[in-house]
């Protein structure tokens, strides 16, 4: 843990690159404090005040991980607010660990969902059950690699505060690797959304029940849809982030 204090004009594209993330982070974070205000009063009414199950606890826990993400995510990264390394390292560590356990969640109701389209079948379910397995072990050493492997450093910049995590060179290539079966598993999971509701939709034109089962079938991949092309936009934005050049050869020093 260190604190580094510079005002050289090598930092500055840095700087930049670091600010403009930075409108991205707090962005997000008014947009969830958004949508939970305009929807908590129909989320009392629908869920907290009906009768409970699995998929609630797993819904509302998905929600309010996400709140907690979404304002660490800004805390950490907005450059006018000043973090002691230790605390930014700290507060790093929480929020890589609560965004593992919302998505753990949040692919359980998945594979709730595409259990439910294709009728239950048992080998789908099966299937998904031990991806999930193989892809949550992967990412879950991945983390407590990178977590044993990682220092934070402040960083004044100019006038800004900046929190630098830094990895061992194999400690990347593990994340980067989570990152690509994170997106493999996303584009897996469309698929087969995809596929089962374009099956449903071409036998259901012979029955009477198709408006009504084709609905709740347009609103289940809608809303698989919509959830994935935000996946996609934020997992790429994440990279270039994370592995642009600016970024890199500012901190080359930092991975050893």
């Known amino acids: 843990m260190a604190i580094l204090v510079s005002y050289d004009p090598t930092w500055w594209p840095s700087i930049h690159a670091y600010r403009f993330s930075s409108y991205f982070g707090v962005a997000a974070f008014v947009g ?33 991980l996400g709140i907690l993400s979404a304002a660490l995510s800004m805390v950490v990264g907005v450059p006018t607010i000043s973090l002691t390394d230790t605390v930014s ?36 379910l099966i299937f998904l059950v ?19 492997h990682s220092s934070g450093e402040e960083l004044i910049l100019s006038g800004t505060y900046q929190c630098s995590i830094g990895y061992k060179r194999d400690t990347l290539v593990l994340y980067f690797a989570a990152w690509i079966l994170y997106n493999v598993w ?30 709740c079938f347009t609103v289940l991949i809608k809303t ?10 934020v997992s790429c934005f ?19």
């Open 186 to 215: 996303e584009v897996l999971t469309l698929c087969l959304a995809v596929w089962i509701a374009v099956k449903h939709f071409r036998e259901l034109r012979q029955h009477s029940t198709a408006g009504i089962i084709g609905d």
């Open 238 to 256: 994440e990279f270039v982030v994370q592995f642009s050049p600016t970024v890199c050869q500012s901190f080359t020093y930092l991975y050893m």
């Open 224 to 233: 698989h849809v919509l959830y994935f092309a935000s996946f996609v936009a």
């Open 89 to 124: 390292w700290m507060m790093f560590t929480v929020w890589y660990l609560t965004s593992l356990v919302a998505f753990a969640m949040l692919w359980v109701i998945i594979i709730t969902r595409l259990h439910a389209m294709y009728q239950r079948d048992r080998k789908i």
């Open 32 to 64: 969830v404090m958004y949508d939970w205000a305009l929807t908590f009063g129909q989320e009392v009414e629908l869920i907290w005040r009906q009768r409970w199950s699995l998929m609630t606890v797993l819904y509302l826990s998905v929600r309010y």
């Open 130 to 148: 031990l991806t999930f397995l193989a892809i949550n072990t992967f990412d879950g050493v991945t983390v407590l690699v990178s977590t044993m």
